[in-house]
């Protein structure tokens, strides 16, 4: 077997988890949570037990974390992966999957919006003076006002 694993990465450059994590800029436990996920394809083993990662991982950890910085999740990963390795996935489903991202994006912007700008309603509604019987805040919090009421019909 390990005449196999040897002959299998002659002239291609191997490393172990500790460098594939410090070359992607993650920690092992990342590579060992994507490589359970099945993110990564599953490295070979040495005799000693070792895993065999090679620049390919390197590069999907790195297609993975950059992924995530658009606001991708991992299971959304895992569907681009997929079509990226399916040889009759075209452009235009790749796309697909980006604008359905850029649809959830808008959307969470317009929520977040929505909460910033009832924060700052509640905020300016509190004098910061008074008991806590009184305060507006904890008011609208429990539904006795009318903002209070709109949030989570």
């Known amino acids: 077997m390990i005449e196999d694993m040897e002959e299998k990465y002659q002239g291609q450059v191997t490393y172990k988890i500790g460098e594939v994590a410090k070359r992607a800029d993650v920690n092992k436990e990342t590579v060992r949570y994507y490589e359970k996920r099945e993110l990564i394809p599953k490295p070979d083993r040495r005799q000693s037990g070792y895993r065999i990662f090679t620049k390919r991982h390197i590069d999907q950890i790195r297609f993975i974390k950059r992924a995530q910085e658009l606001g991708f ?16 996935t075209t452009c235009s489903e790749i796309k697909s999957e980006a604008q359905e ?53």
Request: glycine share 8%.
């Open 73 to 88: 999740t991992l299971s959304e990963i895992q569907e681009l992966l997929e079509l990226r390795i399916n040889e009759d």
């Open 101 to 153: 991202k850029f649809r959830d994006v808008t959307k969470k912007i317009h929520d977040l919006q929505r909460i910033k700008n009832t924060l700052l309603e509640l905020i300016d509604s509190c004098v910061g003076d008074g008991p806590k019987g009184d305060c507006p805040i904890l008011k609208t919090l429990k539904g006795e006002s009318e903002t209070g009421k709109q949030l989570r019909k």
